[in-house]
Protein backbone atom coordinates (compact mmCIF):
# COMPACT_ATOMS: atom_id res chain seq x y z
CA UNK A 1 0.00 0.00 0.00
CA UNK A 2 1.38 3.21 -1.29
CA UNK A 3 0.46 7.42 0.03
CA UNK A 4 0.31 8.59 -3.78
CA UNK A 5 -0.57 12.23 -4.22
CA UNK A 6 -1.63 13.02 -7.76
CA UNK A 7 -1.37 16.48 -9.04
CA UNK A 8 -3.93 16.72 -12.07
CA UNK A 9 -3.42 19.83 -14.26
CA UNK A 10 -5.43 21.36 -16.83
CA UNK A 11 -6.89 19.25 -19.85
CA UNK A 12 -9.18 17.10 -21.59
CA UNK A 13 -7.15 13.76 -20.19
CA UNK A 14 -7.98 15.06 -16.57
CA UNK A 15 -10.85 12.31 -17.05
CA UNK A 16 -8.32 9.43 -17.22
CA UNK A 17 -6.99 10.68 -13.89
CA UNK A 18 -10.63 9.69 -12.36
CA UNK A 19 -9.94 6.07 -13.42
CA UNK A 20 -6.19 6.07 -12.24
CA UNK A 21 -7.68 7.27 -8.82
CA UNK A 22 -10.54 3.86 -9.19
CA UNK A 23 -7.32 1.69 -9.90
CA UNK A 24 -4.94 2.89 -7.33
CA UNK A 25 -7.86 2.62 -4.15
CA UNK A 26 -8.64 -1.08 -5.40
CA UNK A 27 -5.42 -2.18 -5.37
CA UNK A 28 -5.14 -0.72 -2.01
CA UNK A 29 -3.47 2.53 -2.19
CA UNK A 30 -4.41 5.63 -0.32
CA UNK A 31 -4.67 8.38 -2.49
CA UNK A 32 -4.86 12.36 -2.35
CA UNK A 33 -5.58 14.94 -4.93
CA UNK A 34 -4.57 18.37 -5.90
CA UNK A 35 -5.88 20.38 -9.07
CA UNK A 36 -4.69 23.45 -10.78
CA UNK A 37 -7.36 25.84 -10.68
CA UNK A 38 -7.52 24.90 -14.91
CA UNK A 39 -7.87 21.07 -14.41
CA UNK A 40 -11.33 22.57 -12.65
CA UNK A 41 -12.38 23.34 -16.08
CA UNK A 42 -12.48 19.50 -16.57
CA UNK A 43 -13.26 17.46 -13.73
CA UNK A 44 -14.52 19.20 -10.51
CA UNK A 45 -13.21 18.28 -7.21
CA UNK A 46 -16.25 16.73 -5.72
CA UNK A 47 -15.81 13.83 -8.62
CA UNK A 48 -11.87 13.09 -7.21
CA UNK A 49 -12.99 13.61 -3.46
CA UNK A 50 -15.91 10.73 -3.88
CA UNK A 51 -12.86 8.37 -5.51
CA UNK A 52 -10.55 9.03 -3.17
CA UNK A 53 -12.59 9.52 0.24
CA UNK A 54 -10.21 12.52 1.26
CA UNK A 55 -10.56 16.14 0.56
CA UNK A 56 -9.14 17.56 -2.66
CA UNK A 57 -7.06 21.15 -2.71
CA UNK A 58 -6.38 23.50 -5.05
CA UNK A 59 -4.88 26.58 -3.13
CA UNK A 60 -1.67 26.80 -0.98
CA UNK A 61 -3.33 29.21 1.08
CA UNK A 62 -6.88 26.88 1.92
CA UNK A 63 -6.49 24.72 5.29
CA UNK A 64 -6.91 21.01 4.80
CA UNK A 65 -9.40 19.47 6.30
CA UNK A 66 -7.71 16.28 6.52
CA UNK A 67 -4.62 18.09 8.07
CA UNK A 68 -2.15 16.44 5.01
CA UNK A 69 -3.27 13.31 6.34
CA UNK A 70 -3.83 10.22 3.61
CA UNK A 71 -7.24 7.77 4.13
CA UNK A 72 -6.36 5.33 6.68
CA UNK A 73 -3.97 7.55 8.45
CA UNK A 74 -4.32 9.80 11.67
CA UNK A 75 -4.39 13.41 11.41
CA UNK A 76 -1.67 15.18 13.20
CA UNK A 77 -2.91 17.24 16.48
CA UNK A 78 -1.37 20.62 14.96
CA UNK A 79 -2.68 22.32 11.58
CA UNK A 80 0.05 22.44 9.47
CA UNK A 81 0.75 23.96 6.18
CA UNK A 82 -1.25 21.93 3.29
CA UNK A 83 1.26 21.42 0.64
CA UNK A 84 3.93 20.90 3.32
CA UNK A 85 2.25 18.18 5.39
CA UNK A 86 0.84 16.41 1.95
CA UNK A 87 3.63 15.93 -0.06
CA UNK A 88 5.47 15.29 3.29
CA UNK A 89 3.74 12.17 3.14
CA UNK A 90 3.40 10.76 -0.08
CA UNK A 91 5.55 8.16 -1.17
CA UNK A 92 5.04 8.91 -5.07
CA UNK A 93 3.88 12.58 -6.29
CA UNK A 94 2.58 11.79 -9.80
CA UNK A 95 1.27 14.15 -11.92
CA UNK A 96 -1.23 13.27 -14.68
CA UNK A 97 -2.43 14.48 -16.53
CA UNK A 98 1.03 17.05 -17.01
CA UNK A 99 0.20 19.87 -19.14
CA UNK A 100 2.84 21.54 -21.39
CA UNK A 101 2.59 24.37 -18.72
CA UNK A 102 2.80 22.54 -16.16
CA UNK A 103 5.57 20.75 -17.08
CA UNK A 104 7.15 24.40 -17.84
CA UNK A 105 6.83 25.07 -14.48
CA UNK A 106 8.05 22.08 -12.72
CA UNK A 107 11.28 22.13 -14.89
CA UNK A 108 11.90 25.89 -14.05
CA UNK A 109 10.80 25.37 -10.27
CA UNK A 110 7.81 27.85 -10.21
CA UNK A 111 5.53 27.22 -7.22
CA UNK A 112 2.58 29.43 -8.60
CA UNK A 113 -0.32 27.27 -7.65
CA UNK A 114 -0.26 24.07 -5.11
CA UNK A 115 0.60 21.57 -7.73
CA UNK A 116 3.63 23.15 -8.46
CA UNK A 117 4.78 24.49 -4.85
CA UNK A 118 4.18 21.30 -3.68
CA UNK A 119 6.34 19.17 -6.49
CA UNK A 120 9.20 21.83 -5.33
CA UNK A 121 8.30 20.47 -1.67
CA UNK A 122 8.10 16.82 -2.34
CA UNK A 123 11.18 14.75 -1.74
CA UNK A 124 9.47 11.49 -2.91
CA UNK A 125 10.16 10.15 -6.28
CA UNK A 126 8.31 12.24 -9.11
CA UNK A 127 6.21 10.75 -11.91
CA UNK A 128 5.23 12.76 -14.74
CA UNK A 129 2.74 11.66 -17.28
CA UNK A 130 2.58 14.41 -20.15
CA UNK A 131 -0.53 14.83 -22.01
CA UNK A 132 -1.31 17.51 -24.86
CA UNK A 133 -1.82 17.94 -28.27
CA UNK A 134 0.93 16.57 -30.72
CA UNK A 135 2.88 19.83 -31.63
CA UNK A 136 2.83 20.91 -28.29
CA UNK A 137 4.56 17.80 -27.19
CA UNK A 138 7.17 17.82 -30.01
CA UNK A 139 8.00 21.60 -29.63
CA UNK A 140 11.58 22.27 -29.04
CA UNK A 141 10.54 24.02 -25.32
CA UNK A 142 8.51 20.65 -24.01
CA UNK A 143 11.01 18.73 -25.48
CA UNK A 144 14.16 20.92 -23.16
CA UNK A 145 11.56 21.05 -20.58
CA UNK A 146 10.67 17.36 -20.30
CA UNK A 147 14.90 16.36 -21.10
CA UNK A 148 15.43 18.96 -17.64
CA UNK A 149 12.64 17.21 -15.56
CA UNK A 150 14.21 13.37 -16.31
CA UNK A 151 17.85 14.88 -15.85
CA UNK A 152 16.99 16.03 -11.98
CA UNK A 153 15.38 12.20 -11.50
CA UNK A 154 11.74 12.57 -12.44
CA UNK A 155 10.57 9.17 -14.03
CA UNK A 156 8.68 10.30 -17.60
CA UNK A 157 5.40 8.60 -18.56
CA UNK A 158 5.76 8.92 -22.84
CA UNK A 159 2.27 10.26 -23.88
CA UNK A 160 0.83 7.42 -26.38
CA UNK A 161 0.39 8.25 -29.84
CA UNK A 162 -3.28 8.01 -31.71
CA UNK A 163 -6.38 9.97 -31.41
CA UNK A 164 -5.87 13.42 -29.71
CA UNK A 165 -8.97 15.30 -27.76
CA UNK A 166 -9.64 17.61 -30.77
CA UNK A 167 -11.58 16.41 -33.75
CA UNK A 168 -9.49 14.81 -36.66
CA UNK A 169 -5.95 15.34 -34.79
CA UNK A 170 -3.78 12.46 -34.53
CA UNK A 171 -0.23 11.89 -33.06
CA UNK A 172 1.94 11.75 -30.21
CA UNK A 173 0.22 13.04 -26.95
CA UNK A 174 -1.90 10.83 -25.28
CA UNK A 175 -1.80 10.35 -21.54
CA UNK A 176 -0.80 6.82 -20.77
CA UNK A 177 -3.49 4.15 -19.35
CA UNK A 178 -4.14 4.30 -15.95
CA UNK A 179 -3.07 0.82 -15.49
CA UNK A 180 0.01 2.14 -17.29
CA UNK A 181 0.50 4.96 -14.96
CA UNK A 182 -0.24 2.94 -11.55
CA UNK A 183 2.26 -0.15 -12.87
CA UNK A 184 4.36 2.90 -13.06
CA UNK A 185 3.86 4.21 -9.71
CA UNK A 186 4.29 1.00 -8.26
CA UNK A 187 7.47 0.22 -9.54
CA UNK A 188 8.21 3.74 -7.39
CA UNK A 189 7.22 2.75 -4.71
CA UNK A 190 9.18 1.10 -2.50
CA UNK A 191 8.62 -2.68 -2.39
CA UNK A 192 7.01 -3.41 1.22
CA UNK A 193 8.91 -6.93 1.51
CA UNK A 194 8.33 -10.13 -0.35
CA UNK A 195 4.89 -10.50 -1.73
CA UNK A 196 3.06 -13.88 -1.22
CA UNK A 197 2.98 -14.47 -4.58
CA UNK A 198 6.86 -14.03 -5.40
CA UNK A 199 8.69 -16.53 -7.41
CA UNK A 200 5.81 -17.96 -8.38
CA UNK A 201 4.45 -18.53 -12.39
CA UNK A 202 0.60 -17.79 -12.84
CA UNK A 203 -1.22 -18.37 -15.72
CA UNK A 204 -4.44 -16.87 -16.05
CA UNK A 205 -7.82 -17.89 -18.88
CA UNK A 206 -9.87 -14.93 -19.55
CA UNK A 207 -12.65 -14.08 -21.61
CA UNK A 208 -14.87 -16.10 -24.02
CA UNK A 209 -14.05 -18.50 -26.53
CA UNK A 210 -15.75 -17.90 -30.14
CA UNK A 211 -16.26 -21.08 -32.10
CA UNK A 212 -16.65 -20.49 -35.99
CA UNK A 213 -20.16 -20.90 -38.00
CA UNK A 214 -18.48 -19.29 -41.20
CA UNK A 215 -16.29 -16.24 -41.72
CA UNK A 216 -18.54 -13.86 -40.07
CA UNK A 217 -20.47 -15.32 -37.51
CA UNK A 218 -19.94 -17.82 -34.39
CA UNK A 219 -20.97 -19.07 -31.00
CA UNK A 220 -19.75 -17.37 -28.38
CA UNK A 221 -21.09 -16.21 -24.86
CA UNK A 222 -21.22 -13.06 -22.79
CA UNK A 223 -17.79 -13.79 -20.91
CA UNK A 224 -16.13 -10.10 -20.73
CA UNK A 225 -12.58 -10.98 -19.36
CA UNK A 226 -12.50 -8.50 -16.46
CA UNK A 227 -12.65 -11.23 -13.80
CA UNK A 228 -9.80 -13.10 -15.34
CA UNK A 229 -7.79 -9.75 -15.96
CA UNK A 230 -8.33 -8.70 -12.34
CA UNK A 231 -7.32 -11.84 -11.51
CA UNK A 232 -3.37 -11.14 -13.37
CA UNK A 233 -3.41 -7.59 -12.01
CA UNK A 234 -3.63 -8.67 -8.61
CA UNK A 235 -1.36 -11.56 -9.10
CA UNK A 236 1.01 -9.38 -10.34
CA UNK A 237 1.00 -7.54 -7.76
CA UNK A 238 1.53 -9.81 -5.42
CA UNK A 239 5.02 -10.86 -7.05
CA UNK A 240 3.85 -13.55 -9.56
CA UNK A 241 4.97 -13.60 -12.76
CA UNK A 242 2.05 -13.61 -14.61
CA UNK A 243 0.76 -15.03 -18.28
CA UNK A 244 -3.25 -14.43 -19.58
CA UNK A 245 -4.08 -16.78 -22.02
CA UNK A 246 -7.06 -14.05 -23.33
CA UNK A 247 -10.37 -14.83 -25.55
CA UNK A 248 -11.88 -12.38 -27.58
CA UNK A 249 -10.90 -9.37 -25.25
CA UNK A 250 -9.74 -6.84 -26.80
CA UNK A 251 -11.46 -3.33 -25.06
CA UNK A 252 -10.05 -3.93 -21.50
CA UNK A 253 -6.60 -2.21 -20.68
CA UNK A 254 -4.11 -4.50 -20.24
CA UNK A 255 -1.40 -4.61 -17.67
CA UNK A 256 2.13 -3.85 -18.38
CA UNK A 257 3.59 -6.19 -15.95
CA UNK A 258 1.28 -9.05 -17.33
CA UNK A 259 1.93 -11.17 -20.58
CA UNK A 260 -0.84 -11.43 -22.83
CA UNK A 261 -1.83 -14.36 -25.37
CA UNK A 262 -4.65 -13.93 -27.38
CA UNK A 263 -6.78 -16.74 -28.87
CA UNK A 264 -10.40 -17.06 -30.35
CA UNK A 265 -11.14 -20.91 -29.77
CA UNK A 266 -11.90 -23.13 -27.45
CA UNK A 267 -8.76 -25.02 -29.73
CA UNK A 268 -6.27 -21.98 -29.80
CA UNK A 269 -7.00 -21.95 -25.96
CA UNK A 270 -6.32 -25.44 -25.05
CA UNK A 271 -2.89 -25.07 -27.15
CA UNK A 272 -2.04 -21.98 -25.73
CA UNK A 273 -2.63 -23.36 -21.85
CA UNK A 274 -0.98 -26.30 -22.56
CA UNK A 275 2.15 -24.59 -23.79
CA UNK A 276 2.25 -23.22 -20.59
CA UNK A 277 1.13 -25.04 -18.03
CA UNK A 278 3.82 -27.22 -17.17
CA UNK A 279 5.93 -24.43 -16.12
CA UNK A 280 3.51 -22.58 -13.92
CA UNK A 281 2.83 -23.18 -10.26
CA UNK A 282 -1.04 -21.49 -10.32
CA UNK A 283 -3.83 -21.98 -13.15
CA UNK A 284 -6.61 -19.75 -12.82
CA UNK A 285 -9.16 -20.95 -14.55
CA UNK A 286 -11.30 -18.11 -15.59
CA UNK A 287 -12.37 -18.57 -19.36
CA UNK A 288 -15.50 -19.27 -20.41
CA UNK A 289 -14.93 -21.73 -22.75
CA UNK A 290 -17.98 -22.63 -25.33
CA UNK A 291 -18.47 -26.35 -25.15
CA UNK A 292 -20.00 -27.10 -28.08
CA UNK A 293 -18.83 -25.93 -31.64
CA UNK A 294 -19.99 -26.01 -35.09
CA UNK A 295 -18.75 -29.26 -36.53
CA UNK A 296 -18.51 -28.65 -40.08
CA UNK A 297 -17.39 -24.74 -39.65
CA UNK A 298 -16.83 -22.81 -42.99
CA UNK A 299 -13.95 -20.60 -42.28
CA UNK A 300 -13.48 -20.03 -45.84
CA UNK A 301 -16.99 -18.17 -46.55
CA UNK A 302 -19.94 -16.31 -45.39
CA UNK A 303 -23.29 -19.01 -45.60
CA UNK A 304 -25.73 -17.61 -47.66
CA UNK A 305 -29.49 -18.18 -46.79
CA UNK A 306 -31.41 -19.33 -49.40
CA UNK A 307 -35.46 -18.55 -50.94
CA UNK A 308 -37.86 -19.57 -48.63
CA UNK A 309 -35.65 -21.22 -46.19
CA UNK A 310 -36.76 -21.05 -42.56
CA UNK A 311 -34.78 -22.83 -40.53
CA UNK A 312 -31.20 -24.32 -39.84
CA UNK A 313 -29.61 -26.95 -38.36
CA UNK A 314 -26.02 -26.52 -36.79
CA UNK A 315 -24.47 -29.68 -36.27
CA UNK A 316 -22.35 -29.39 -33.42
CA UNK A 317 -19.41 -31.05 -31.61
CA UNK A 318 -17.70 -31.07 -27.70
CA UNK A 319 -14.81 -28.86 -27.62
CA UNK A 320 -12.18 -30.16 -25.28
CA UNK A 321 -12.76 -29.80 -21.76
CA UNK A 322 -9.53 -28.11 -21.02
CA UNK A 323 -9.64 -27.72 -17.30
CA UNK A 324 -10.44 -31.29 -17.04
CA UNK A 325 -7.17 -32.10 -19.95
CA UNK A 326 -4.72 -29.88 -17.97
CA UNK A 327 -5.88 -31.27 -14.50
CA UNK A 328 -5.23 -34.66 -16.09
CA UNK A 329 -1.49 -33.80 -16.64
CA UNK A 330 -0.99 -31.69 -13.87
CA UNK A 331 1.98 -32.37 -11.32
CA UNK A 332 3.25 -31.93 -7.67
CA UNK A 333 3.46 -28.03 -6.68
CA UNK A 334 0.55 -27.03 -8.81
CA UNK A 335 -2.67 -25.38 -7.97
CA UNK A 336 -5.29 -25.65 -10.00
CA UNK A 337 -8.76 -23.21 -9.78
CA UNK A 338 -11.89 -23.40 -11.75
CA UNK A 339 -14.94 -21.31 -12.43
CA UNK A 340 -18.18 -22.38 -12.33
CA UNK A 341 -21.05 -19.95 -13.39
CA UNK A 342 -24.26 -21.46 -12.07
CA UNK A 343 -28.25 -20.38 -11.98
CA UNK A 344 -29.29 -20.22 -8.68
CA UNK A 345 -30.39 -22.84 -6.47
CA UNK A 346 -27.67 -25.89 -6.78
CA UNK A 347 -25.06 -23.47 -7.21
CA UNK A 348 -23.04 -24.89 -4.61
CA UNK A 349 -23.62 -28.24 -5.02
CA UNK A 350 -22.84 -28.16 -8.81
CA UNK A 351 -19.44 -26.61 -7.57
CA UNK A 352 -18.71 -29.22 -5.46
CA UNK A 353 -19.40 -31.89 -7.97
CA UNK A 354 -16.89 -30.20 -10.47
CA UNK A 355 -14.20 -29.98 -7.78
CA UNK A 356 -14.37 -33.55 -8.42
CA UNK A 357 -14.72 -33.87 -11.64
CA UNK A 358 -12.19 -31.79 -13.03
CA UNK A 359 -9.29 -32.59 -10.43
CA UNK A 360 -8.80 -29.17 -9.29
CA UNK A 361 -7.74 -27.74 -5.64
CA UNK A 362 -10.61 -24.83 -5.54
CA UNK A 363 -13.82 -24.14 -7.93
CA UNK A 364 -14.86 -20.07 -7.61
CA UNK A 365 -18.75 -20.58 -8.24
CA UNK A 366 -20.77 -17.59 -9.45
CA UNK A 367 -24.58 -17.27 -9.29
CA UNK A 368 -25.43 -15.84 -12.63
CA UNK A 369 -29.31 -15.04 -12.04
CA UNK A 370 -28.32 -12.25 -10.22
CA UNK A 371 -28.07 -9.01 -12.67
CA UNK A 372 -26.05 -7.00 -10.05
CA UNK A 373 -22.77 -9.30 -10.66
CA UNK A 374 -21.02 -10.95 -12.61
CA UNK A 375 -21.03 -10.80 -16.45
CA UNK A 376 -20.06 -7.26 -17.71
CA UNK A 377 -20.62 -5.67 -14.54
CA UNK A 378 -17.68 -4.76 -12.49
CA UNK A 379 -18.36 -6.48 -9.37
CA UNK A 380 -18.95 -10.20 -8.16
CA UNK A 381 -20.11 -12.11 -5.49
CA UNK A 382 -18.76 -15.59 -5.63
CA UNK A 383 -18.02 -18.90 -3.32
CA UNK A 384 -15.14 -20.49 -2.90
CA UNK A 385 -15.36 -24.07 -2.73
CA UNK A 386 -12.16 -26.21 -1.72
CA UNK A 387 -12.13 -29.76 -0.32
CA UNK A 388 -11.73 -28.43 3.24
CA UNK A 389 -15.04 -26.33 2.57
CA UNK A 390 -16.70 -23.30 1.44
CA UNK A 391 -15.57 -19.65 1.57
CA UNK A 392 -17.85 -16.62 0.72
CA UNK A 393 -16.87 -13.62 -0.56
CA UNK A 394 -19.29 -10.82 -0.60
CA UNK A 395 -20.03 -8.47 -3.64
CA UNK A 396 -17.01 -6.00 -3.83
CA UNK A 397 -15.67 -4.95 -7.08
CA UNK A 398 -13.89 -7.77 -9.12
CA UNK A 399 -10.08 -6.60 -7.84
CA UNK A 400 -10.92 -7.20 -4.39
CA UNK A 401 -12.78 -10.62 -5.35
CA UNK A 402 -9.27 -11.73 -7.18
CA UNK A 403 -7.65 -10.72 -3.97
CA UNK A 404 -10.11 -13.11 -2.04
CA UNK A 405 -9.25 -16.06 -4.70
CA UNK A 406 -5.41 -15.58 -4.10
CA UNK A 407 -5.86 -15.44 -0.83
CA UNK A 408 -7.48 -18.72 -0.94
CA UNK A 409 -4.57 -19.95 -3.29
CA UNK A 410 -1.85 -18.86 -1.08
CA UNK A 411 -3.81 -20.91 1.65
CA UNK A 412 -3.93 -23.70 -0.40
CA UNK A 413 0.11 -24.25 -1.32
CA UNK A 414 1.15 -23.43 2.64
CA UNK A 415 -1.41 -26.46 3.46
CA UNK A 416 0.40 -28.60 0.45
CA UNK A 417 3.65 -27.76 1.84
CA UNK A 418 2.98 -28.91 5.51
CA UNK A 419 1.00 -31.88 4.28
CA UNK A 420 4.13 -35.04 4.59
N1 LIG B 1 -13.90 -25.29 -18.92
C1 LIG B 1 -12.90 -25.76 -19.73
N2 LIG B 1 -13.17 -26.30 -20.94
C2 LIG B 1 -14.45 -26.42 -21.36
C3 LIG B 1 -15.49 -25.95 -20.54
C4 LIG B 1 -15.19 -25.39 -19.33
O1 LIG B 1 -11.74 -25.65 -19.34
N3 LIG B 1 -14.68 -26.94 -22.56
C5 LIG B 1 -13.56 -24.72 -17.62
C6 LIG B 1 -13.95 -23.28 -17.43
O2 LIG B 1 -12.89 -22.40 -17.76
C7 LIG B 1 -14.27 -23.19 -15.96
C8 LIG B 1 -14.82 -24.54 -15.66
O3 LIG B 1 -14.25 -25.42 -16.62
O4 LIG B 1 -13.12 -22.98 -15.17
C9 LIG B 1 -16.30 -24.56 -15.81
O5 LIG B 1 -16.69 -25.82 -15.87
P1 LIG B 1 -17.97 -26.37 -16.65
O6 LIG B 1 -18.97 -26.42 -15.62
O7 LIG B 1 -17.63 -27.59 -17.36
O8 LIG B 1 -18.34 -25.28 -17.65
P2 LIG B 1 -19.77 -24.95 -18.13
O9 LIG B 1 -19.78 -25.36 -19.53
O10 LIG B 1 -19.97 -23.52 -17.85
O11 LIG B 1 -20.81 -25.78 -17.24
P3 LIG B 1 -21.88 -26.94 -17.54
O12 LIG B 1 -21.14 -28.23 -17.37
O13 LIG B 1 -22.85 -26.70 -16.46
O14 LIG B 1 -22.38 -26.78 -18.92
Not at 136 to 153: F, K, S
Not at 212 to 234: T, W
Amino acid sequence: MARILLGVSGGIAAYKALELVRLATRAGHAVRVVQTPASERFVGRASFAALTGAPVLLDEFEPDPARGAFPGDPPPAHDPLSHLELVANADVYVVAPASANTIGKLAHGLADNLLTSAALAATCPLLVAPAMNNHMWEHPATRANVEALRARGAAILAPGTGALASKGEHGAGRLAEPAEILAAIEKLVPAEGPGPLDGLTVLVTAGGTREPIDSVRYIGNRSSGRMGFALAGVAARLGAQVTVVAANVADLPRDPRVTYVDVQTAGELLDAARARFAASDVLLMAAAVVDFRPADARTDTKLKKQDGQDDMTLALARTPDILATLGAERRDGQTLVGFAAEHGDGALAYGRAKLRAKGVDAIVVNDIARTDIGFDSAANEVTIVTAAGETPVPRAPKPEVARAILDVVVGLRAQAVMRP
